[in-house]
């Protein structure tokens, strides 16, 4: 299960680094990409908790903002499970967003969503039956990979 979102995040990452620059301001992004993909760039990373949620932010430095927030019921269980990606450029969302419908497989497709230049994600089934000390663990395990420019 961690390893199917995990790699979902990943593909979202992937997928804005498939472009080819086609102005000056461009420039500055592709470089931040090629950071990013030689993990040379690491990412601003937070995680906050209330009783009811649980919330990862990583800001990618003029690339993107990924925020994952899982909330929970009363009893602990998860309820939601959702991610935004929200990027620097519409060029980038274009071609993250491109690349994500590619991937996906016709059932998925519903849990999908695209604003402007943020994509959302619910992977709430994803997460079925999991709980918050669960989800709690899977963020500090991503924040200490986001931070090592492994993501």
């Known amino acids: ?38 993990g040379t760039m690491k990412p601003t990373v937070s995680i906050t908790e209330t009783a009811s949620q649980l919330v990862f932010t990583a800001v990618w430095q003029g690339v993107m903002t990924e925020v994952f927030t899982a909330t929970f019921n009363s009893d602990g269980t998860l309820k939601k ?3 935004t990606t929200t990027y620097a450029t519409d060029k ?7 690349e994500l419908k590619e991937d996906l ?3 998925e497709e519903a849990n999908y969503s695209r604003n402007g230049r943020t994509i959302t ?12 000390q669960m989800i709690k663990q899977i963020f500090q395990s991503m924040k200490t990979e986001y931070e090592k ?3």
């Open 1 to 38: 299960m961690k390893t199917k979102y995990l790699l979902m995040a990943a593909m979202m990452l992937l997928g804005t680094m498939c472009f080819t620059a086609c102005g000056d301001d461009d420039d500055d992004v592709e470089k931040a990409i090629e950071k990013i993909d030689n």
């Open 81 to 83: 499970y959702i991610v």
């Open 92 to 98: 980038l969302a274009d071609e993250a967003w491109k």
């Open 105 to 107: 497989e016709p059932d």
């Open 121 to 132: 994600a619910d992977l709430t089934s994803e997460f079925e039956g999991a709980n918050k």
């Open 149 to 151: 420019g492994t993501k």
